[in-house]
């Protein structure tokens, strides 16, 4: 069974480091400031001309409260009025964008994130789809994937009516923890009534799919009080659950100077949170997809994993990594075949592009050869355990053990370790490797040196 998993403590410790998690290769510490409007256009007038499927994602930056663990881009606000201006920018930005492409190519997936999307007001989230829907081809019959990000606290039943009534088809709802305790040490006290409400409503409306996101190794977290989060998860039947490693990084992100670290969970009650997490998900019927993300059986993406047809991509876990992935909004990426651009993640310098009609784009990076070759590899490793020599050999013209033979040393440990299994014909992930399946990509990161690697979290 692809979700088989063997817990392995002194595995999981040896190589429970820090890294990336590959939602793109090269990852977005190897953009620089030589990509610029130029590149995007170029980019985007080469979608047009293939035809490729488009995937949009939204930013939304405003909260109205600050959670202290979070590390998003956002702007903290009690203001509302503060996303009129944002909002004439990123409609200049829809336009500006849009009109590189042919109204043809059709978006199968939108997603808002943020911040908090329901930050904006009604009137607000129906102006903004009215002009997604004027410069792109969003769907109509509802076969699209149309996600939102919902934080319970902000949206009730008309929220999930008019969110339904505009497309959107999916939601993940941040949860994080139950436990008031916890709440408390990072300010944001959030019921279960209020999250079931949402989901009720969900369901009521015909929401496609639910998503729940919990965080372990907050302050104040025991193993047995995140269990009864977990048991109280449960019942409420998300599709799918994402279960994040809370990294604590008080110098890179100043909410989180206001956790008080004495209350940090030990590495060891960590590790016990997680596996008696994938214990009660797995006893509950759910499947392990990969790193923190799991699903149902009946879910697409774990049809897509048992039929090889799984992608990762800056939207995570998806079935669409066919797609040209537009990043609309500050702080956003896109990525359009081999061109990776990021919009500036300062709100000013944002809004001041777009003041000049220029796109907001600052930085990026064009994938080489090597880029795209070790790109499918790491896919293929972190979405389906498993690496056929010959595929990769047939669409990049290479000797695979002769290419990477400076690696096979590297490689023989993880096997020796028992991670993975390596043969003359393929790479698999053992079951005492999945949980670690980044450190096994780490492996064919050609930028991944020690000091780059402290800027990620742990695998674990």
Partial sequence: MLDAIRWDTDLIRRYDLAGPRYTSYPTALQFDGHVGSFDLFHALRDSRKAQRPLSLYVHVPFCANICYYCA???????????????????EQEIQLIACHLDPAQKVEQLHFGGGTPTFLSHDEL????????????????????????????????????????????????????????????????????????????????????????LIYGLPR????????????????????????????????????????????PTPAQKLEMLQGTIQQLTAAGYRYIGMDHFALPDDELAIAQEESTLQRNFQGYTTHGHCDLIGLGVSAIS???????????????????????????????????????????????????????????????????????????????????????????????????????RSVCMVFDAYLGEQNRQRFSRVI
């Fill in 72 to 90: 998003c881009n956002k702007v903290i606000t009690k203001d509302r009025g503060r996303a009129l201006p944002y909002l004439q920018r990123l």
């Fill in 126 to 213: 129906r102006q903004l789809m009215a002009r997604l829907r004027k410069n792109f081809n969003l769907l109509d019959d509802d076969s699209g994937d149309y996600g939102i990000e919902i934080d319970p606290r902000e949206a009730d039943w008309s929220t999930m009516g008019l969110l339904r009534e505009l497309g959107f088809n999916r939601v993940s709802i941040g949860l994080q923890d139950l436990d008031p305790a916890v709440q408390r040490a990072v300010n944001r006290l959030q019921s279960l009534e209020q999250t079931r409400a949402v989901i009720d409503a969900a369901r009521t409306l015909q929401f496609r799919s639910i998503n729940i996101d």
């Fill in 221 to 264: 977290q025991t193993p047995e009080n995140f269990a009864r989060t977990v048991d109280e998860v449960i019942a409420l039947q998300p599709d799918r659950l994402s279960v994040f490693n809370y990294a604590h990084l008080p110098e890179r992100f100043m909410p989180q100077r206001r956790i008080n670290s004495d209350e940090l």
């Fill in 335 to 437: 990525q359009i075949g081999d061109l990776y651009c990021q919009n500036s993640s300062d709100l000013n310098q944002y809004q001041n592009a777009l003041a000049c009609a220029q796109p907001a784009t600052n930085r990026g990076l064009l994938c080489n050869a090597d880029d795209r070759l070790r790109r499918a590899v790491i896919q293929q490793l972190i979405c389906h355990f498993s690496l056929e020599f010959a595929r990769i050999e047939h669409v990049f013209n290479i000797d695979f053990q002769g290419y990477f033979a400076d690696l096979w040393p590297q490689l023989q440990i993880l096997a020796g370790d028992g991670l993975i299994e390596i043969d003359n014909e393929k790479i698999s992930v053992l079951p005492a490797g999945r949980l670690l399946v």
